[in-house]
């Protein structure tokens, strides 16, 4: 299983653009990136998936380079609502295996 | 709402008892997940079951047990409890397998488990 690595808590600014990096230096050639958000004592919600270079959709970016060692979410214009812990799962969850990170606290300051 | 129920949401016993959570997957979801979340702590993948049979393995104690139902409703059985068992339980579910992408995972509102 792909470990994964994150940094443990970020600060912001409402306004500001967030990016948010996981490492999974040993991501299998089946495995995709997602990532999830979870507020306090809510299950985890899927916020975007990608395999390779960049995914957009309407709440965040995933970039993911060419080696797929690493990916960073990108959050744009940050909000205090986005104050949540964010997870990194690598994992092919159709082989049945799948790893999510420890989570990145992120905190949101007015 | 993700469409996943858990039951119940809360749940409080002592040491050494038996419990049972229960998950009810999304409708047309396959695949059932259990996740143990303890305070200010990550989320532990302890297993994985789809249509009925064990997919994946996690890091889960002997002393726990789940099975997935024909009616793929799934549940997980947590014996001998200890004090460090105290914790939120998530259930997900997520669709069959697919040609391409990874399986969206739809998570349950959770039963947060006290042991005293």
């Known amino acids: 299983l792909a470990k994964t690595t994150q940094p443990i808590s970020m600060d912001s600014y409402e306004g500001q653009e967030v990016n948010i990096t996981c490492s999974h230096n040993?991501?299998?050639?089946?495995?995709?990136i997602t990532w999830y958000q979870q507020f306090p004592s809510q299950g985890p919600r899927f916020i975007i998936q990608?395999?390779?270079t960049k995914v957009t959709n309407e709440v965040a970016s995933l970039f993911i380079p060419a080696d797929r060692k690493s990916s960073t979410l990108s959050l744009p214009r940050v909000s205090l609502s986005d104050t949540a812990v964010y997870y990194c799962l690598v994992g092919d969850t159709n082989a049945g295996k799948s790893t999510f990170g420890d989570g990145t606290t992120l905190t949101v300051k007015p | 709402d993700s469409g996943v129920t858990q039951t119940p949401k809360h749940l409080i016993t002592a040491t050494g008892q038996r419990v049972t959570l229960r998950c009810s997957p999304r409708s047309g979801d396959l695949s059932v997940y259990w996740y143990q979340q303890s305070l200010d702590q990550g989320l532990q993948f302890l297993i994985q079951y789809y249509n009925g049979e064990e997919r994946a393995k996690g890091n889960i104690l002997e002393r726990f047990s789940a099975q997935q139902f024909p009616d793929l409703h799934s549940e997980l059985n947590l014996s001998s409890l200890e004090l460090g068992d105290s914790a939120l339980y998530f259930c997900?579910?997520?669709?069959?397998?697919?040609?391409?992408?990874?399986?969206?995972?739809?998570f349950g509102p959770g039963t947060r488990l006290t042991v005293l």
């Open positions: 990608g395999y390779k």
């Open positions: 997900a579910s997520s669709v069959a397998p697919s040609r391409g992408g990874d399986n969206e995972q739809f």
């Open positions: 040993n991501i299998a050639t089946n495995d995709y």
